[in-house]
């Protein structure tokens, strides 16, 4: 059963700094992989979608990785700004199936002024 | 403006109540989904919809039916046989086309029981 794992569940940083936040997943055969960010009480917005043939996909200050040999993603936050300041989650789409995402359950960031 | 709403924001339910939760696109996506979320814990499906007239069940459907008759919208309702319902329940769509399946939600509804 494939499980989705996010850690930390929290991450507090200065302004400015680089960061990573990190995903693994149990089963390497996903058909792709979703980050996305939760602003209190609203619903998520996809950040960067990567397919399973893919390696890394980039949307200004955010990079997101793929490793699925190792079951591992990597989201880089360049430059952080209090602004992204919310929960992010990884979901992965196992390979073959219809519909099921698997959720992690989200690391939530903070970025301090 | 082209996106998902979902209403009402906040939501209570009196016990042995059924209660609907809509949702609504206009993105002309075929595929829809309901999940919940519960504090410290990760979205899980409810339902799915691929197409008109046709859905399917997610990993936790006891206590909860939909219906999808027209392609803009997908409610949901929940039931009395749902005994634990207090959780942030969201809707999404996505074209499903396996070369872009990018996830768009909707803002949330909060269910609350009385």
């Known amino acids: 059963k494939q499980e989705v794992t996010q850690i930390p569940a929290a991450l507090s940083v200065p302004e400015g700094e680089n960061l990573v936040l990190n995903c693994s997943f149990t089963d390497s055969a996903i058909y792709n992989l979703q980050w996305f960010r939760q602003d209190p009480g609203k619903g998520l917005t996809s950040l960067l979608l990567i397919q399973s043939s893919q390696r890394e996909q980039t949307s200004g200050r955010l990079n997101a990785s793929l490793d699925k040999s190792s079951g591992r993603s990597t989201l880089y936050i360049a430059a952080s700004q209090p602004g992204d300041s919310a929960t992010y989650l990884c979901?992965?789409?196992?390979?073959?199936?219809?519909?099921?995402?698997?959720f992690g359950k989200g690391t939530k960031l903070s970025v301090k002024p | 403006d082209g996106g998902i709403t979902q209403s009402p924001k906040y939501l209570f339910r009196k016990e042995g109540q059924n209660v609907t939760l809509s949702c609504e696109q206009n993105?002309?996506?075929?595929?829809m989904y309901w999940y919940r979320q519960d504090p410290g814990q990760g979205l899980r499906l409810i339902y799915y919809?691929?197409?008109?007239?046709?859905?399917q069940k997610g990993d936790i459907a006891e206590g909860y039916s939909v219906s999808r008759e027209k392609k803009e919208s997908f409610p949901l309702t929940v039931t009395s046989a749902q005994k634990n319902p207090t959780a942030f329940y969201l809707c999404?769509?996505?074209?499903?086309?396996?070369?872009?399946?990018?996830?768009?939600f909707g803002s949330g509804t909060q269910l609350s029981v009385l």
């Open positions: 919809s691929q197409i008109v007239n046709d859905f």
């Open positions: 993105l002309n996506h075929d595929a």
């Open positions: 999404a769509s996505s074209d499903d086309r396996r070369t872009n399946e990018k996830l768009f």
């Open positions: 979901a992965v789409r196992p390979g073959g199936s219809q519909g099921n995402l698997i």
